[in-house]
């Protein structure tokens, strides 16, 4: 029996137990559209290299990847441009401040955003995105999604994106303020670049793919089933260093202590992470704590890593 074999004889039992907890989060409210999530939902899927797939709980639920895209979006912007124009325009430190925070792009010289996993940075990456129009862009964000999850049926949730979309006053002041500064140029359209942020995260997917997606990420960039090399094995390097710092907003040091992976969650509840050269993980869980990850998710994923030792420190 290997481990996977093992844990699922376990894993109903500890999604049961995590789901308790979801009662002491909420589903985010700002992107009224998310408010539609069942409160309690809960479900993991973990994959490893060789193919071999288990899950528990919410299986089939779908839920849009929200900040667990700019992990990908990061990865396509610098292999788009490289390393020397991304880190031009985006920073490589952790804020301390909330994920849609415009403080420090005023106090701290240059103004360009701390770092690619906020908001800030995730915009200014969007307009890093190579393409013919911004039609090209989201198309390229699609594939580039579909081609990491090997699911080609992915798409963008719509009801998701004008939702988004209507309510994105912070965002929008984010995005008119980064071009005041400079750092989205003269000729970035601030409208179509932020639509092209809201697409990439209004991609619905389950925890399945989110698995997947992670699996890529564990096997240092190469797809396991056909051997190709998707990501660049330095690209792969960058992505997991910032979800180790920044993946899980402020509480990213507690998850580093608690769990030890390198992890991405979304305000739509759903956690993407890996135990590299092993597994990749997709978990979804709506309710979030006061820090804005699943509530029931963190506990799942906390009980997994510390029971199979999977904390890389
Ligand atoms: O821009 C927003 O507010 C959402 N589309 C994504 C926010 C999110 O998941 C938190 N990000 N770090």
């Known amino acids: 029996m290997n481990e996977l074999d093992q ?4 894993l109903t039992e500890v999604v049961d137990i995590s789901r308790v907890f979801a009662s002491q989060g909420e589903v985010a409210a700002y992107i009224p559209e998310l408010l539609k ?21 919410d299986v089939d639920f779908e839920l849009t990847l929200q900040s667990i ?19 031009s325009k985006v920073g490589k430190e952790p804020t301390g401040d909330d994920f849609n925070s415009m403080l420090k792009l005023e106090l701290v010289e240059p103004g360009i955003p701390f770092n690619p996993l906020i908001n800030a940075g995730a915009i200014v990456i969007s307009a890093l995105i190579q393409g013919q129009s911004p039609q090209h862009k ?11 999850s090997g699911n080609a049926t992915l798409e963008v949730d719509e009801e998701v994106f004008m939702s988004e979309a209507a309510h994105a006053h912070r965002n929008r002041s984010l995005a008119y303020f980064l071009k005041d500064n400079g750092v989205l140029t003269d000729q970035d359209d601030v409208e179509e670049i932020l639509e092209i942020y809201f697409r990439h995260c209004s991609i619905k997917v389950t925890c399945s793919d989110m698995a997947r997606m992670a699996l890529v990420l564990a096997n240092e960039g190469v797809d396991p089933a056909s051997g190709e090399s998707l990501i660049p094995r330095r690209y792969v390097q960058i992505a997991k260093t910032f979800m180790i710092t920044c993946g899980m907003y402020n509480a990213s040091g507690e998850f580093a202590i608690g769990v030890g ?16 050269g092993k597994y990749g993980i997709g978990i ?11 509530v029931a998710g963190v506990h799942l994923i906390e009980l997994l890593s510390r029971r199979q030792k999977w904390s890389m420190f």
């Open 7 to 10: 844990i699922q004889d376990w």
């Open 37 to 57: 999530a069942p409160h309690d939902t809960l479900g993991i899927c973990i994959i490893s290299p060789d193919g071999q797939t288990i899950s528990a709980g």
């Open 69 to 87: 895209s700019k992990v990908f979006t990061l990865i396509l912007a610098l292999m788009d441009l490289g390393e020397a124009h991304v880190f």
């Open 138 to 148: 989201s198309e390229r964000i699609l594939n580039f999604f579909r081609l990491i």
């Open 261 to 276: 992976l390198p992890a991405k969650s979304g305000v739509s509840g759903g956690i993407l992470t890996l135990v590299p």
């Open 284 to 294: 979804v869980g709506p309710a979030l704590n006061s820090k804005g990850n699943s």
